[in-house]
């Protein structure tokens, strides 16, 4: 079976739908190569105001608003200083940022993907990749299936697939991981919809409660400082709460611990070395993740499908420097966000002996 195509893009997730549908749009053919994700819940579900008109150009806004999204008005943060700070929304030029549905979100862009003529093939593998008269001929399933495509978009995350394919090196700039937990309320949820971020002496923590009423938690630290299997546990999650004031405030009495165990996954600051090789780029965590004190990662991920469905569509209309401009876009965007990231981290002097903060002080 052959499936000829302009763009094959490596992953389901938002990054990849984001440019699906922006290359739909602009009359491309687009197949989307995806691996199925069987998850209760989806880790990274906050939206910033920037995401606002994004989303409007993307064509989902009114279903996006219909799906009953929570709106975040302001964020509060411990940092610095032990007393609460709070930045409020209202005067923002685009609005109130969100709390989400991860998995209803990412199902709802993929709707829209596939209503614009986006192909999609789920659960397949690579075998075996060539190029042939300046077109990639992918084989998948075996080899029983063929995909040729003038361009190939990597959206496969921080796995990176198709960029390690190619040789790329991925820098990272820390080892930072996040224990993330998804709460359960006993009674009435909370009415507070603000997300809080609190610092500590190993770490900090983020809260946000979720359109289902849960209350989503994770705790960012690197790993060396702690014994996993005990932070795993019900019992080490809980002493390492006892180490937070307004978090456990949050959470006491009101919340419940998780019959699963909390989730460990990576949530560092790194980079692929090179953005793009020939006909190709990377877009959303496979080509740059942010520190989730950002706040920006989700968003920054269809800020990048955008951009690089105009790039694509300049490269395969003759422009030769196209590419070039993506990865100087994409090289000033992270040199911002570290330069933010080093004002942050050296705004919290409390514990300058601690291996974490010590480590941070390095940025």
């Known amino acids: 079976m052959l499936h000829s195509v302009d763009i094959l893009i490596i992953g389901g997730g938002s990054a990849g739908t984001t440019t699906a549908i922006f290359l739909s749009q602009l009359g491309y053919s687009v197949l989307l190569l995806t691996r199925e994700e069987k998850v209760k819940q989806k880790i990274g579900e906050s939206l910033s105001p920037f995401a606002n008109p994004i989303l ?26 032990p007393q609460l700070d709070y930045y409020d929304f209202i005067n923002h030029p685009l609005g109130h940022a969100w709390h989400i549905d991860r998995c209803l979100f990412e199902q709802r862009l993929m ?14 593998s690579i075998v075996n990749l060539d190029k042939v008269k300046g077109k990639w001929q992918i084989q998948i399933d075996q080899g029983t299936t063929t995909i040729s495509a003038k361009f190939i978009v990597d ?73 996993r299997p005990e932070i795993l546990q019900k019992s080490g999650w809980y002493k390492l709460l006892d180490k937070t004031y307004f978090t456990a405030e949050r ?17 560092n600051s790194s ?55 993506y990865a100087d876009q994409m090289y000033s965007a992270y040199s911002h966000y ?9 705004s919290e002097t409390r514990w300058p002996n601690f291996p974490y903060w010590l480590r941070r002080a390095k940025f």
């Open 111 to 124: 709707e829209r993907a596939i209503e614009l003529g986006v192909e999609r093939i789920n659960n397949s």
């Open 56 to 81: 409007k150009k993307l064509g989902v806004w009114d279903t996006f608003i219909a799906d009953g999204h929570l709106p975040c008005y302001g964020n509060k943060s411990s940092w610095g200083k």
């Open 271 to 325: 980079r692929l070395q090179n953005f793009y090789g020939e006909d190709w780029l990377a877009v959303g965590d496979a080509a740059m993740s942010y520190d989730p004190l950002s706040s920006h990662g989700l968003t920054m991920a269809m800020v990048s499908g955008r951009d690089a469905a105009q790039v694509i569509s300049a490269q395969l209309n003759g422009d030769r420097q196209a590419l070039d401009s």
């Open 251 to 267: 959470i006491h009495d009101r919340y419940s611990f998780p019959d699963e165990q909390p989730l460990l996954v990576a949530a």
């Open 338 to 346: 570290a330069a933010m990231r080093s004002q942050f981290y050296h």
């Open 155 to 227: 959206a496969s995350g921080r796995n990176h697939y198709w960029a390690r394919r190619q040789g790329i090196k991925r820098l990272h700039d820390d080892r930072q991981v996040a224990l993330v937990t998804f709460l359960t309320a006993k009674h009435l949820p909370l009415e507070d919809t603000s997300s809080l971020v609190e610092a500590v002496p190993d770490g900090w923590w983020y809260s946000a409660l979720l359109p289902n009423g849960c209350l989503v938690t994770a705790f960012m630290t690197d790993l060396d400082l702690h014994q």
